[in-house]
């Protein structure tokens, strides 16, 4: 058994708070007034009312969450939806801790991004700009188009992907800007000599500057980001699990493709 505060420093450790982008609402979310010992976590991409109820099933002490549950300095502010306040209030009232890692952990060296680069074997990498949401790389080879397409749909466990094909032709990819989530503001701080733009979703007017400025883009969508839910499972049994049990909500794609 550990507190909530052992287990958010572990986390900190790893995923410091200071790397929280500005603009971000990373950390504590909720904090139990009852659960400070911690016997069971619960990982999870979004915290809704299906992963709660699971969590007050299995005695959940603690849940994290990659998106903020409370995107905002507090749930009362105007932006929150009554969704999402209606689920902060059931939460409080089953007393579950929440946290979250969202931007920490975009930009830190084991973060979405680098597993990307990783599962892809892109080399040479470097972060695009201050917030470092967004790394390029390059291929040690010339990587065919539907080779990178396959691999991505395997990986992330989507039928489909999107793709903004301005002058690819079927092998010519070395070098690759990518980005988890929806982070499509990022294309104005790429030059245009980059191959190739994986992220996850991307608004019109950004593909619309894509398309004009005749950079490639792949849209993986979002679910990409339940690689979270993975690694961040997986790196809590490594480090807890002789004193914590951990769980991982496993989210289907909420998109289905016809
Ligand atoms: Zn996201």
């Given at each position: 058994m550990l507190t909530i505060n052992n287990i958010i420093n572990v986390l900190e450790t790893y995923f410091p708070l200071k790397d929280v982008c500005e603009w971000d609402f990373s950390g504590i979310q909720i904090k139990s007034k009852t659960k400070t010992n911690i016997n069971k976590i619960l990982v999870c991409l979004d915290v809704t009312n299906e992963v709660l109820t699971e969590a007050i099933n299995n005695n959940i002490d603690l849940i994290i969450s990659h998106h903020p549950l409370v995107f905002a300095k507090d749930i009362n502010q105007s932006n929150i939806s009554n969704w999402k306040k209606e689920l902060y209030s059931k939460i409080l009232i089953a007393d579950i801790n929440v946290y979250s890692l969202h931007t920490n952990f975009d930009i830190s060296l084991v973060g979405m991004n680098m597993l990307m680069a990783k599962e892809l074997k892109i080399k040479n990498i470097h972060f695009i700009n201050e917030e470092k949401l967004a790394i390029v790389g390059k291929f040690d080879r010339q990587m065919p188009l539907k080779e990178l397409i396959n691999n991505l749909k395997k990986y992330f466990n989507v039928a489909n992907i999107q793709l903004v094909n301005n002058k690819l032709s079927d092998n010519n990819i070395v070098t690759v800007a990518l980005s988890a989530g929806a982070v499509g503001d990022i294309i104005s701080?790429?030059?245009?000599?980059?191959?190739?733009?994986?992220?996850?979703?991307?608004k019109w007017n950004y593909i619309m500057e894509a398309k004009d400025r005749k950079i490639n883009v792949i849209l993986v969508g979002h679910y990409m980001e339940q690689k979270f839910v993975d690694f961040l499972f997986q790196l809590l049994i490594e480090k807890l699990s002789t004193k914590v049990k951990v769980f991982k909500y496993n989210l289907e794609n909420p998109i289905t493709f016809f």
């Open positions: 701080n790429l030059s245009n000599n980059i191959d190739l733009l994986i992220t996850g979703e991307m």
